[in-house]
């Protein structure tokens, strides 16, 4: 037996402590409102535990109303940027080994100048997203 890949097949942590391995992530928005049906009985429980690799600063901005995101950097270096309630926008540099926090309604993005790596778990019931 071998290993699943993270960054294809992406992890729900569900409701009495389930892990589910995931369908095949196809990187489309579509993917995402499928998984939402599939654990829509999870609520702002369930937690959707994925890996991405980027090279480039995100064309859109998001948001998880319902419960706080981690971010772990495992490789190169991200800039993340949270607008903050009162609209300023707070920069963190993470590099690897290093996690940053998004907290509940705070739209967020990223950048990358050359390849990172991130770990993400995210609350991800009702997550909206918007033009960068």
């Known amino acids: 037996m071998t290993g699943t890949d993270l960054k294809s097949h992406p992890i729900h942590l569900g409701l009495e402590a389930t892990a589910v391995i995931e369908p095949e992530f196809t990187g489309a928005l579509d993917w995402y ?17 994925s890996l991405f690799s980027f090279d480039r ?7 998880h109303p319902m419960g706080a995101e981690v971010v772990l950097c ?6 993340l940027h949270q607008e903050q309630p009162d609209g300023g926008v707070e920069t963190v540099i993470l590099s690897a080994g290093q996690y940053a926090i998004n907290p509940p309604g705070v739209w967020h993005t990223a ?15 009702d997550t909206q997203h918007r033009p960068r």
Do not use: C, K
Not at 57 to 63: L, T
Not at 74 to 79: E, F
């Open 111 to 125: 950048d990358a100048e050359s390849e990172a790596t991130a770990l993400f778990i995210t609350a991800g019931a």
């Open 57 to 63: 600063p995100w064309d859109m901005w998001e948001m």
């Open 74 to 79: 495992i490789a190169g270096t991200l800039t």
């Open 33 to 49: 409102a499928d998984y939402a049906a599939r654990h829509a009985g999870d609520g702002a429980e369930g937690r959707l535990v």
